[in-house]
């Protein structure tokens, strides 16, 4: 692998490791003995990538150890494709030498919101699904895509509300970014679980409308359950807990028609001991296995 240079530092290198077939989980610091003691080394890890975009310190030489034996999973939270202004071009070069700097396995985005002009919003903000907006979508995500030299997965988002002026599905405006941008997609189920209980429609409706042939990467996280005004029940992606059970049914329907795509378990905040996040993820990487056996064609003689 060929070294680069990050302004006067040489960046460091690091094997090619593949996360196909695996389930893996968000990389939190305080797990990091933990990982290591454990000795194994399947899965990968997820990393936010606006909490590495300082030059160094603890956080990258803990980073640094991790990439040396597992894939990275690069997931944006502030680049704001949804957007209707320019991305942030310092955002932007901070982003791409964080994807030169770890060479990760996955790249990914949100479909959403949280800039407006000078203020940052501490939210991903859902967003109409009209012809301007998916213009001002596309647009974005070739110019991240320019920058960093490769595709991304683009996340679809969980949603609290609806636009009336939106003139297509979120399916398809998510089908329509892939065909013009030639991204992937970051298939989030809970995601689509939460908005379709949020919404009153079909999970499975919407997962059979989706481009899962574009998928390249799954997320699975908790959810709270709420109270909106009158009284109904509002689910909020909080990452906070264990994966609810239909939220597991949805994934493995996924997998049984997918295939073993790479899994990512989200939990971050409530985090709990590593032994009950690594548990999360081999519950997932048991139904990639199950669904990787049943695809391989017997060896069995008569």
């Known amino acids: 692998m060929t070294s680069s240079i990050l302004g006067t530092e040489t960046l460091p290198r690091f094997p090619t490791i593949s996360p196909a077939g695996q389930a893996g989980t968000s990389f939190k610091p305080e797990h990091l003995t933990a990982i290591f003691a454990a000795n194994d080394r399947r899965g990968f890890f ?3 990538a606006e909490n590495y975009m300082g030059a160094g310190g603890p956080p990258h030489r803990a980073l640094e150890r991790v990439r040396r034996d597992y894939p990275i999973s690069l997931h944006g ?4 494709l949804g957007g209707p202004q320019p991305l ?3 955002h932007l070069a901070r982003f791409k ?3 030169d700097r770890y060479q990760p396995a996955l790249v990914s985005e949100h479909l959403a919101w ?4 000078n203020t940052y919003l501490n939210d991903l903000l859902p967003l109409p699904y009209t012809p301007a907006t998916l213009s001002h979508v596309c647009d974005h995500v070739d110019e991240m895509q320019a920058a960093i030299g490769r595709p991304i997965l683009l996340e679809n988002p969980s949603t609290y509300v609806l636009f009336s002026d939106s ?3 979120e399916t398809e405006f998510i089908r329509e970014i892939s065909r013009r941008t030639g991204c992937g997609l970051l298939l989030d ?4 679980f939460v908005s379709a209980t949020n919404h009153g429609f079909s999970a499975l409706d ?5 481009p899962l042939s574009k998928v390249g990467e799954i997320h699975l996280a908790g959810h709270a359950e709420q109270e909106d005004d009158e009284g109904d029940l509002l689910l909020i992606d909080s990452h906070d807990g264990p994966v609810a059970d239909a939220v597991w049914r949805l994934y493995e329907m996924v997998i049984v028609r997918c295939g073993s795509i790479p899994t990512l378990i989200e939990w971050d905040s409530q985090i709990p001991d590593w032994p009950v996040l690594r548990a999360e993820a081999l519950a997932a990487q048991a139904i990639l296995d199950r669904q990787r056996n049943a695809r391989e064609p017997s060896h069995a003689h008569g």
Do not use: K
């Open 46 to 48: 997820e990393v936010h």
């Open 77 to 80: 939270v502030c680049m704001s």
């Open 88 to 90: 942030d071009r310092q």
């Open 97 to 99: 030498s964080l994807v």
């Open 114 to 117: 949280s800039t407006h002009v």
């Open 167 to 169: 003139s297509m599905s």
């Open 189 to 192: 189920i809970n995601n689509v």
């Open 206 to 210: 919407y997962l059979a409308d989706f």
